[in-house]
């Protein structure tokens, strides 16, 4: 276990839906990444996180967008969903934003959209 | 020409056999990071080096910095140790933080 909780493990919803996908980050870890894990693209990096701040940017559509709250908690927020963003959407925590120490991942949330 | 390069693709291996997979890189990197995750399942960090080598249990990854290379090494090779494996390096034309370019991962199966 890792320590880091992702919610939901699967969801499935309809194109032009609206989802929003939850990460608990390691306790005391400030820094939550999120990424996207597609067949045709591996793993991609959409978006980092430090303190409630937004850090980096990654490959993230302008219909996808997140937020880190006060107690570290992270949303991604996936909005007028198509067929393509059928994916595993993995998120991740470090102690800092430095990268300099290990990340840890959470289980996942396998998004399917019909 | 992807910024993270695996080899191989796939590999098949009886087990006790000494496996290696190696990962180059075209970019300048701060960190290296070793993955693995099962079918279906999670990703697990392996290890993260900037340098030298490192070792846990019967894995070990090593890093040159000046060739761009890297090889994570399982030794006497067990069934539960297939899943995919990637490398992903922190740095390069990026530059956030924490920016991970990933490789495409090699699936190792291990048959008893």
């Known amino acids: 276990d890792s320590g880091v909780t992702q919610t939901p493990k699967h969801l499935i919803t309809a194109t032009g839906q609206r989802v929003t996908l939850r990460c608990s980050p390691r306790s005391g870890d400030l820094s939550v990444y999120w990424y996207q894990q597609s067949l045709d693209q591996g793993l991609q990096f959409l978006i980092q996180?430090?303190?409630?701040?937004?850090?980096a940017k990654g490959n993230i559509l302008e219909r996808f967008s997140a937020q880190q709250f006060p107690d570290l908690h992270s949303e991604l927020n996936l909005s007028s969903l198509e067929l393509g963003d059928s994916a595993l959407y993995f998120c991740a925590s470090s102690v800092n934003s430095l990268g300099n120490t290990e990340a840890f991942f959470g289980q996942g949330t396998r998004l399917t959209v019909v | 020409k992807n910024e993270v390069e695996q080899s191989p693709q796939n590999l098949t291996a009886q087990e006790g056999e000494f496996i290696t997979i190696n990962c180059s890189y075209s970019v300048g990197i701060s960190a290296l990071h070793w993955l693995q995750q099962h079918p279906g399942g999670g990703i697990v960090s392996l290890f993260m080096l900037s340098s030298g080598k490192k070792k846990h249990g019967r894995l070990i990854a090593t890093i040159n910095i000046q060739e761009k290379h890297s090889s994570l090494h399982i030794t006497a090779s067990h069934p539960r140790d297939s899943a995919v494996y990637i490398c992903?390096?922190?740095?390069?034309?990026?530059?956030?933080?924490?920016?991970?370019?990933f490789g495409k991962g090699t699936l190792l199966t291990v048959n008893p």
């Open positions: 992903a390096v922190k740095g390069g034309s990026g530059g956030s933080n924490y920016k991970l370019t």
């Open positions: 996180y430090y303190n409630g701040e937004e850090r």
